[in-house]
């Protein structure tokens, strides 16, 4: 089994920063690509960031977001500055793992963390 579980949601005023984490554990050989997605009420869920061979933002977020891995650690992290109330949303984790350097790279997705910007 592998699990993905997200960390440092919250509470936080407009201009202020959120660090979200995102750690892998279970069986895994390898992991692949991460990312950041968020789903607001009422939208459809949302590419915020991807990790990679390279590292890709949303617009939306680019420049005020930074996507970031510790590889020895399996974990992912979000920093989240300048965030605006449009950044309120519940955001998922994802991964793309391998449980044995023989078997292919399965779809993990965590059980998301609530971010509420306040105005």
Do not use: H
């Not at 009420?41 to 949302?46: D, I």
């Not at 920093?79 to 993990?108: G, H, K, W």
Request: aromatic share 8%; with cysteine.
């Amino acid at each position: 089994q592998v699990q993905l579980v997200e960390s440092g949601g919250g509470l936080v005023q407009a201009g202020g920063s959120l660090r979200l984490s995102c750690a892998a554990s279970g069986s895994i050989a390898s992991i692949g690509v991460m990312g950041w997605y968020r789903q607001a009420p009422g939208k459809q869920r949302e590419l915020v960031a991807t990790s990679g061979i390279s590292t890709n933002y949303a617009d939306s977020v680019r420049g005020r977001f930074t996507i970031s891995r510790d590889n020895a650690k399996n974990t992912m992290y979000l920093q989240m500055n300048t965030l605006e109330p449009e950044d309120t949303a519940v955001y998922y984790c994802y991964a793309r793992i391998r449980r044995t350097v023989l078997s292919a790279f399965i779809d993990a997705w965590g059980q998301g963390t609530q971010v509420t910007v306040s105005s």
